[in-house]
T-cell receptor
Framework: QKEVEQNSGPLSVPEGAIASLNCTYS??????FFWYRQYSGKSPELIMS????GDKEDGRFTAQLNKASQYVSLLIRDSQPSDSATYLC?????????????FGTGTQLKVEL | GAGVSQTPSNKVTEKGKYVELRCDPI?????LYWYRQSLGQGPEFLIY????????DSGLPNDRFFAVRPEGSVSTLKIQRTERGDSAVYLC??????????FGPGTRLTVL
């Protein structure tokens, strides 16, 4: 089992719809969770961090964390073509894992006109 | 303010050569990380510095890879006797107090 798993996609949604991106992780002791957006040929850009169970909203983005289910998700409301990118889930694995991040392989999102 | 910068942006070298990749973190960030990313994969951790010392180098694949951060700011990743399998994008990130990590633009290394 991979430490951080994401569906590779592509996930296609129409413009204006809600895009839902999901991520599961293996280590129940993990404490810090991040979503990065990566455009083709560019480096990852941090868009959300979440540390506590529940929802965290920032503009059109909402991160959701459920530690009991070892599940973190990202919702993008009112999806725009400019949201088309690969979304990487990153986890600070375990409680003693220092600060290194373990990434999933990313989900490709396509927002269609 | 200025973000993380990395030089060169692209590096093409021949198998067996030595390369150095440089990272300049965000001013004031004490933690610096190196990752590498292959096509279709997420970034893979290599090494983490807190200040001048390597706090975790468990991701370095073998002893051909070495990194330094002598003054607690700029870091250099050094790869000896490069192999074709070392071809990837090498990413540097920095953070304040070890939480949210911000990435530089990366160095694309191609080993012929």
């Amino acid at each position: 089992q991979k430490e951080v798993e994401q569906n590779s996609g592509p996930l296609s949604v129409p413009e204006g719809a809600i895009a839902s991106l999901n991520c599961t992780y293996s280590d129940r002791g993990s404490q810090s969770f991040f979503w990065y957006r990566q455009y083709s040929g560019k480096s990852p850009e941090l868009i959300m961090s979440i540390y506590s169970n529940g929802d965290k909203e920032d503009g059109r983005f909402t991160a959701q964390l459920n530690k009991a289910s070892q599940y973190v998700s990202l919702l993008i409301r009112d999806s725009q073509p400019s949201d088309s990118a690969t979304y990487l889930c990153a986890v600070n694995i375990g409680t003693g894992g220092g600060n290194k991040l373990t990434f999933g392989t990313g989900t490709q999102l396509k927002v269609e006109l | 303010g200025a973000g993380v910068s990395q030089t060169p942006s692209n590096k093409v070298t021949e198998k067996g050569k030595y390369v150095e990749l440089r990272c300049d973190p965000i001013s004031g960030h004490t933690a610096l990380y190196w990752y590498r990313q292959s096509l279709g994969q997420g970034p893979e951790f290599l090494i983490y510095f807190q200040g001048t010392g390597a706090a975790d180098d468990s991701g370095l694949p073998n002893d051909r890879f070495f990194a330094v951060r002598p003054e607690g700011s700029v870091s250099t990743l050094k790869i000896q006797r490069t192999e074709r399998g070392d071809s990837a994008v090498y990413l540097c990130a920095s953070s304040l107090m070890g939480n949210e990590q911000f990435f530089g633009p990366g160095t694309r290394l191609t080993v012929l």
